[in-house]
């Protein structure tokens, strides 16, 4: 399944995703991809939110940077 299709609906269903695995980025540690939400997915870029963050925490990512993500299952 495309990548973009997949987060589409991890973010129509609601579910917190365990982790986002990404390349490396020249920022030791960053993205920290733990335990977040889908915000929006566009044709490019991912925006993710912490579910520990009160909305201030948003972090776009493009697509083609995510190498993996760990989300429980979910019923489309």
Do not use: C, H
């Amino acid at each position: 399944m495309p990548l973009q299709l997949l987060l589409l609906q991890i973010q129509a269903a609601g579910v917190t995703i365990n982790e986002v695995f990404t390349l490396p980025t020249n920022m030791p540690g960053e993205p920290d991809l733990t335990g977040v939400r889908v915000l929006e997915v566009t044709g490019e870029t991912v925006t993710f939110a912490r579910v520990d963050s009160l909305g201030g925490n948003r972090i776009i990512v493009p697509l083609d940077k995510i190498v993996a993500v760990d989300y429980p299952p979910f019923t489309q």
